[in-house]
């Protein structure tokens, strides 16, 4: 029986890596967007800094461990067989849950996760036990549920989530009066003073979030560094105004980078002090279980659990190799980037491509914010409204960003203020022994100050408003899932013993790989995007023939293998066109909404050339829309087994495909060898394409009439011909503007 849970505890430490990896991935957010979406350094710098953090606060974690052992059920009333059930469930639940959330760029919070997990399948176990004692009902689960600190936890992480958003807010109003967006004069005043703020405040972060639990420090420098407090952060205070006064006006030091990187340090070293309990503190607290259960003796359904109600000091080395793992995690993880995309998108001064679509909550809220905003002007005096207005002029900072070519997120001063304010929010919650979610605070600091600071503006709101309700509303799922799905994992533990655990086990396995085959096919989308669409674009000409080169060729390769596989009747072959014609959709629709972005990126000399390159937009994308219009219908029809085309109808549409394929290998030679004198020729082919089509159209209607054939097959027919004429009509006028479009610019230059 003891070999049995050598295997759990194996599972157990083998499941921890996993979740440091996933966990990592969604906690990221919480350190990293403010220095990325200020690019207070290079990326490579940021990642370094936050990494040596997680190291640090690894070694932090040890205290910490309390929560997974005996913070959310009471472990002397279980024995080992079903303390390790509720530990193995809990790993299982959390892997699938944060790497989904991860998988969807949507951060959520790991304490959350671990928080209810524990519920859930200490829940479940507790059920089997009141079921086989006579004696007791349902009445009796509060004495297996430590319900007083469950609600306690759950009450304190809700709540942090109002107050870290109207704080961040308010904060940052407060400091864009006093800075505005043209910090060169003004940090000369007030400069000093923050930069004190700041270090007095993320030195509190650091002593309150680490000292107090780290595994190298003793009880009595604990102590002492509790009890002086007070005077180490007004000395903070003090010292870090002087020292950043000097460096403003001496050294002439951008202070605000500093304040950014030391912020980003604390955040990522209390990010591990605080949440790495929710990676390994399980599985520890497993095999500290285990060792107990080993030494004694005893069956397993009979060893109770009264060891994890005492304190255990968890090995440095084990803090340090969890470490090791999320720094790696931290600079190698693509889930990580998308996740911290979410949050720097949503916060962004910038307007253009949005993650989410409007909703109508949304739109209520910005039509009542716009009459609010309205009454207030009329009433207050237009000297003050118009004081205010001028200290949130942007006009500075983006003359300052395009003559660099270089669109920031936001500034560093917001930057500082989301660090600041979240490492006092996290600093004063811990220091008051309220529970609360990093992630949630962080966030929601960073959505408080973006409100404030007039980055949801008319053009934005209502999209940034949908994507930040999308993720609170995904908080409430956390709970909910993490609670309802391992109380079933936990139960089909106990009831299937090893045969569940390994079911399962290939099950986590299984989505893990399916949602990283799937985070690949969306990053697709990211890759595939030609840098004429991004707002660091030097060549624009270069990297728009590329562009429509890429499109034609996907284009030209999905039209033929879609009308082989409908004649064929292959199924997952026109399912897999059909994603892939989705992608190219995708694409070209954002070429479109970042077209703005491009045209920034025009000299004055070259804009007149800009409605060229629009116009090469809006044909490629009617080119992607027309591909549409003939996949879908064929993949519908296929998947519906309708009947197929008659033979004599397959061979004509057929030849039509392979007279579609010389047509597109006519187009891609002009581009790639640039003989737009060609373009007479490819107007003749179209227009032969054109006829032809017509005539086939011709002959099916005849043959309908004739023979009464089957309407569905012959509907989808005649769509996919009257597509494919429109197809080439569109694809003849891309070639063109894009000739247009470079022969305006070598005029130009």
């Not at 050598?6 to 499941?15: D, H, M, R, S, Y």
């Not at 002007?377 to 004081?387: E, T, V, W």
């Not at 080119?623 to 879908?632: G, K, P």
């Not at 020729?681 to 179209?686: P, S, T, W």
Request: with cysteine; glycine share 6%.
């Amino acid at each position: 029986m003891e070999y049995y849970y050598i295997i759990i505890v194996v599972i157990l430490f083998a499941l921890a890596i996993s979740d440091l990896i996933v966990g990592v991935s969604n906690d990221a957010v919480n350190f990293l967007n403010s220095a990325i979406g200020s690019k207070a350094a290079s990326f490579n710098v940021i990642m370094i800094i936050a990494a040596l953090g997680i190291l640090v606060g690894a070694t932090f974690s040890s205290g910490m461990m309390e929560v997974a052992r005996k913070g959310i059920f009471h472990p002397e009333m279980f024995y080992f067989n079903e303390i390790m059930i509720i530990f193995l469930a809990v790993m299982l639940t959390d892997i699938i849950l944060l790497d989904l959330f991860n998988t969807y760029g949507l951060p959520t919070s790991t304490t959350v996760s671990i928080v209810f997990e524990l519920l859930g399948a200490a829940v479940a176990v507790s059920f089997v036990k009141i079921s086989h004692i006579a004696t007791q009902n349902l009445s009796n689960l509060s004495d297996y549920i430590n319900s007083d600190r469950a609600l306690a936890i759950i009450f304190g992480i809700f709540i942090s989530i109002i107050i870290a958003f109207s704080v961040g807010a308010i904060v940052q109003w407060i400091v864009r009066i006093l800075f505005t967006f043209n910090t060169k004069r003004t940090i000369k005043i007030w400069g000093g003073i923050w930069g004190g703020i700041a270090i007095a405040a993320l030195s509190f972060f650091i002593l309150i979030k680490g000292a107090k639990g780290a595994s190298f420090i003793s009880e009595n420098t604990s102590n002492w560094i509790h009890e002086n407090t007070f005077q180490i952060i007004l000395f903070s205070f003090i010292g870090g105004s002087i020292l950043f006064q000097f460096l403003i006006s001496v050294a002439k030091v951008n202070i605000l980078k500093i304040i950014v990187l030391v912020g980003t340090f604390a955040l990522a070293m209390a990010f591990a002090g605080n949440d790495l309990v929710n990676f390994i503190g399980v599985p520890l607290a497993g095999f500290e279980s285990f060792k107990a259960f080993s030494s004694s003796g005893v069956d397993a359904g009979s060893f109770a659990m009264d060891i994890l109600t005492d304190k255990v000091q968890t090995p440095t080395l084990f803090l340090l190799i969890a470490g090791l793992i999320m720094a790696l995690t931290l600079r190698f993880s693509s889930k990580a980037k998308s996740v911290t995309a979410t949050t720097i998108n949503l916060s962004s001064q910038k307007d253009g491509d949005e993650q989410f679509q409007s909703s109508a909550f949304a739109r209520w809220m910005v039509r009542w914010a716009l009459e609010i905003g309205n009454l207030l002007r009329k009433i207050s005096p237009s000297r003050l409204g118009n004081f205010i207005d001028s200290r949130f002029d942007q006009s500075v900072m983006k003359r300052k960003q395009r003559n660099k070519q270089e669109i920031l997120a936001f500034d560093l001063t917001r930057a500082s203020v989301n660090l600041v304010v979240a490492a006092i929010l996290i600093s004063i919650g811990t220091s008051l022994k309220l529970p609360l979610s990093t992630t949630y605070v962080t966030f929601m600091v960073t959505m408080g100050s973006s409100l404030s600071d007039r980055a949801w503006g008319r053009e934005s709101a209502v999209y940034r408003i949908t994507g930040v309700l999308t993720v609170v509303g995904g908080w409430f799922l956390t709970a909910f899932s993490a609670l309802t799905a391992s109380f079933i994992v936990a139960s089909l533990i106990g009831f299937g013993g090893m045969t569940a655990i390994i079911l399962l086990s290939l099950f986590v396995a299984f989505i893990v790989i399916k949602t990283h085959v799937f985070h690949k096919k969306k990053e697709k989308i990211e890759k595939a995007m030609p840098q004429s669409a991004k707002a660091q674009t030097a060549d624009v000409v270069h990297n728009c023939s590329d562009t429509v080169k890429s499109i034609i060729i996907n284009v030209s390769k999905l039209y033929y293998l879609s009308i082989i596989n409908f004649t064929k009747e292959k199924r997952k072959g026109l399912l897999k066109v059909k994603k892939e014609t989705k992608v190219i959709y995708k694409l070209t629709k954002k070429l479109k909404q970042n077209v703005y972005k491009t045209i920034q990126q025009f000299s004055d000399d070259d804009i007149e050339t800009g409605h060229h390159y629009v116009q090469i937009l809006d044909y490629l994308k009617e080119t992607s829309n027309c591909l549409q219009h003939i996949v879908n219908p064929l993949f519908e029809h296929v998947d519906n087994n309708h009947h197929p085309l008659e033979k004599k109808e397959a061979e004509d549409l057929l030849k039509f495909n392979d007279r579609m394929a010389e047509f597109f290998n006519y187009s891609l030679s002009i581009l790639k060898q640039q003989s737009y004198d060609r373009i007479s020729e490819l107007k003749n082919q179209r227009d032969s394409l054109s006829e032809e089509s017509s005539t086939i159209k011709k002959k099916l209607l005849k043959t309908i009439k004739k023979e009464g054939r089957n309407t569905k097959v012959s509907l989808v027919y005649l769509d996919v011909l009257t597509e494919s004429k429109n197809l080439c009509l569109f694809v003849t006028n891309v070639i063109e503007a894009n000739k247009n479009f470079m022969e305006e610019n070598k005029k130009a230059m």
